[in-house]
């Protein structure tokens, strides 16, 4: 498949999981509301994996709890995390080049990316920011531009 790509990246054989996040905390679908805000808040995280069976359902983001929960009036101790919960998720894995898991975060319009193993089990997070660290800035300007097209 040929990668289109809006600048020319210089290509890196950086992986995704030399420059991935490795603290990952992640919460099962029946989480209540205000105990994702409080495990943001504690583990100073803005996106958190939602899991079963150690299998990725979506992905829970500050922005999930302020326009679903919040803005709804929803009950923060009753309403769950599969209520809010973005879905579907995307993922890159382990050994993955990191410019083919920027290339999903443009196409997708998103800023992070779980990494998932062989198994299917999230062992760690990629950022635009992580892009930002090892790979070229052209890179990571489509990856933000992608998303403001997205969030406006």
Same mark, same amino acid.
């Given at each position: @498949?040929?990668?289109?790509?809006?600048?020319?990246?210089?290509? /890196?054989?950086?992986?995704?999981?030399?420059? @991935?996040?490795? $603290?990952?905390? !992640?919460?099962?679908?029946?989480?209540?509301?205000?105990? =994702?805000?409080?495990? @943001?808040?504690?583990? $100073?995280?803005?996106?958190?994996?939602?899991?079963?069976?150690?299998?990725?359902?979506?992905?829970?983001?500050?922005?999930?709890?302020?326009?679903? !929960?919040?803005?709804?009036?929803?009950?923060?101790?009753? *309403?769950?995390?599969?209520?809010? @919960? *973005? *879905?579907?998720?995307? /993922?890159?894995?382990? &050994?993955? =080049?990191?410019?083919?898991?920027?290339?999903?975060?443009?196409?997708?319009?998103?800023?992070?990316?779980?990494?998932?193993?062989?198994? &299917?089990?999230?062992? &760690? =997070?990629?950022?635009?920011?992580?892009?930002?660290?090892?790979?070229? $800035?052209?890179?990571?300007?489509?990856?933000?531009?992608?998303?403001?097209?997205? $969030?406006?």
């Amino acid at each position: @498949m040929m990668i289109q790509w809006k600048s020319k990246p210089q290509w /890196s054989p950086v992986t995704v999981d030399e420059s @991935m996040s490795t $603290h990952i905390v !992640s919460v099962e679908p029946e989480r209540p509301v205000r105990q =994702l805000a409080k495990i @943001m808040r504690d583990e $100073h995280v803005g996106c958190i994996p939602v899991v079963s069976d150690n299998l990725l359902l979506g992905m829970i983001t500050d922005r999930d709890i302020a326009c679903r !929960s919040v803005a709804e009036a929803r009950d923060p101790d009753e *309403t769950p995390a599969r209520d809010i @919960m *973005t *879905t579907p998720v995307y /993922s890159c894995r382990t &050994g993955e =080049l990191l410019v083919d898991a920027a290339k999903v975060m443009e196409d997708q319009q998103v800023r992070r990316l779980p990494v998932v193993d062989d198994d &299917g089990k999230v062992v &760690g =997070l990629l950022t635009a920011d992580d892009l930002a660290w090892h790979t070229d $800035h052209l890179l990571v300007g489509d990856v933000i531009e992608a998303t403001y097209e997205r $969030h406006g």
